[in-house]
């Protein structure tokens, strides 16, 4: 075999194992991060279907898995942050349903150690997963509970529109809010005509 003349052969077989190493590493990334899309989703789901049980048994090993995932990417292996973001951002969203449905809040990035820029968008995408739920209690004649999440949705929509994004993706994200927020207007409307009752989109509950 030829010589090398400006590359040493042993270097470049560092370099190999090196790159070997590394995507090794993505790949368990990326398989953490399937594992918290799936338990989000299932976090979500039993919420819907008041399977607190369920939910709360997920929730804590959600916890753990977003955690060991972001350090990872912002201490050892910072070229993978962007494969960590969807991740991040599906278990802030379930995060969000979980506090609201058992404490009636919305919790912090802070609280749930996630960098800003994943928690609005889990943020917002949340608001789609509770109008799922204001329907489903709308279906048990539980208007209360969809007039409550019309606020909570108000006031998100209001929030994240008082930012004011220059980024596009986060604009269209707000529009999303504001849609969720219109279609549940429109559906306590159809509930409250069809039961006889005044509808005033602006009420305080």
Partial sequence: MKEWKYLNKDYIERLKQTFRTLEDKRDELLQL????????KTIIYSLIRDDWEEAEKYIQENRQLVKQLFEEV????????????????????????????????IPTHEELGIPEEAYVTGLMDA??????????????????????VREILEEIYLAMLSLNFKN?????????????????????FQKQTRRGENFNPQKEN
């Avoid at 991060?33 to 989000?40: L, V």
């Avoid at 292996?77 to 058992?102: R, S």
């Fill in 168 to 188: 596009f993706d986060y604009r269209k994200k707000v529009d999303y809010v504001g849609g969720v927020l219109n279609r549940l207007i429109d559906y306590i």
């Fill in 33 to 40: 991060g399937r594992t918290i899309n799936k338990n989000s």
């Fill in 74 to 105: 912002t201490k050892h292996y910072p070229q993978y942050y962007n494969n960590a973001f969807i991740p991040m951002q599906e278990y802030v969203e379930a995060e969000v349903v979980y506090h609201y449905l058992k404490e009636g809040r």
């Fill in 127 to 148: 608001a789609g997963e509770l109008l799922r739920k204001a329907v489903e209690e709308m279906i048990k004649d539980n208007i209360d509970f969809a007039l409550k």
